[in-house]
């Protein structure tokens, strides 16, 4: 073999850490990706990478090089509502209240890099590659728009991968199955009557009837799914009330329900609203429930799998490659994704002995190993190199 991928990518280790650390100290939330979507532009064109919006945030790079498959690499690019506490680091967030707690900043600059080097090295392979830097992975919307776009129907196969601090960097899990759960929001509004708190059967209290539904919905996990089912009902916020001395005549809370089984999943979906209306009458409230689809289960099918791992364990050696990552009840869009199209969503680890490497992600000392990115690279490019002729 006239190269090695490490003597390809290791060139680019400098413009990989700039390029995330950069992102890192500029976040965006979901939707307002605009300046994180004019630097990976910038970025292309430096390269001469032709490219397009897709929403108004997202962005689809381009690379055709004769005839051979369609292959896409996917990278999401969007923040989080939380304050970054590395107040020491020289790439804290400049943004109050926004950060890269997820590692998107990474998946970001480890896919220009990716898209880089196979631009510079088209001897290497043929067909057409599609560079899906996607917006809005966190509320679940972006993934959706690059496939109504129509934009990946001609694509053989998708790659990405994500970010895992739970394992030490120079490990890979490429996992058949159940990989992540599917990710539904529901938002409950309940309307009563205000009335003063010292004459309570004038009014219809928002307030006790919330009380009473947030507490009645963990019965549907505990009581109406069987406990080697993986299923998750979480509310996670509550609004109601005035004054400390008027009853509440409006409440409203926000949650989440997560699982892998279709059948469960809408069960839960039908049992939140009965018990929600339920709860609601008996109080002499009025209530509605709003449950919206963030993402669908991820599934890594074996064949798929199998496509990856040879291209895995050249990089870094059948040792740390595998293959028994257990399900998590977090949720990624690029299922939608899988939906559409073959592919392969693989997990690389980022953390080593330094304590903030090794937090979980979504909070605000989280940090990473950034030799991961440069992991992540080199098996997307290999991948490609050895599949695409």
């Not at 996990?221 to 089912?229: A, C, H, I």
Request: proline content about 3%.
């Amino acid at each position: 073999m006239e190269y090695t991928i490490s003597a390809l990518v290791e060139p680019y280790r400098k413009k990989t850490i700039e390029n995330r650390r950069y992102l890192h100290a500029h976040p965006e939330l979901s939707l307002n990706e605009f300046h994180t979507a004019e630097f990976i532009e910038q970025q292309l064109d430096e390269h001469g990478i032709h490219h397009q919006r897709i929403g108004q945030t997202g962005v689809l790079g381009i690379i055709h090089n004769g005839d051979g498959p369609t292959i896409a690499l996917r990278a999401d690019i969007d923040a989080l509502p939380i304050q970054d506490l590395k107040s020491d680091c020289s790439y804290h967030s400049c943004v109050d209240g926004v950060m890269h707690a997820c590692g998107h900043d990474a998946h970001t600059a480890a896919l220009l890099t990716t898209a880089f080097i196979l631009n510079d090295h088209q001897s290497k392979w043929r067909g057409t590659i599609k560079l899906v830097f996607q917006h809005s992975e966190e509320n679940g919307q972006g993934a959706r728009q690059f496939i109504a776009s129509h934009c990946l129907d001609d694509v053989d196969f998708i790659l990405a991968y994500h970010g895992a601090s739970e394992y030490p960097v120079g490990d890979v899990y490429i996992t058949p199955g159940g990989n992540n759960a599917s990710c539904d929001y529901f938002k409950v509004e309940v309307n009563g009557t205000s009335a003063h708190v010292a004459n309570p059967e004038k009014g219809k209290d928002a307030l006790v009837a919330v009380a009473h539904m947030v507490v009645s919905l963990q019965s549907i996990v505990s009581r109406m799914v069987s406990p080697l089912d993986s299923v998750i009902v979480g509310v996670g916020t509550l609004h109601c009330g005035n004054g400390y001395n008027v009853i509440a005549d409006h409440a409203f809370f926000e949650g989440t329900i997560r699982c892998f089984d279709p059948t469960t999943r809408q069960m839960v979906q039908d049992k939140i609203t009965s018990v929600v209306e339920t709860m609601a009458g008996y109080f002499g409230c009025n209530a509605s429930v709003t449950i919206t689809n963030y993402a669908n289960p991820l599934i890594n099918t074996q064949d798929n799998c199998d496509q990856i791992t040879p291209y895995a364990i050249a990089i870094v050696g059948s040792n740390h490659v595998h293959h028994d990552r257990p399900k998590s009840l977090a949720a990624d869009d690029m299922a939608d994704y899988l939906q559409h199209v073959n592919g392969c969503y693989m997990y690389v680890g980022t953390h080593d002995q330094r304590a903030n490497t090794q937090l979980p992600h979504h909070q605000g000392y989280y940090d990473l190993n950034e030799d991961s990115m440069l992991i992540a690279s080199s098996i997307m490019i290999d991948y490609i190199f050895n599949t695409m002729h």
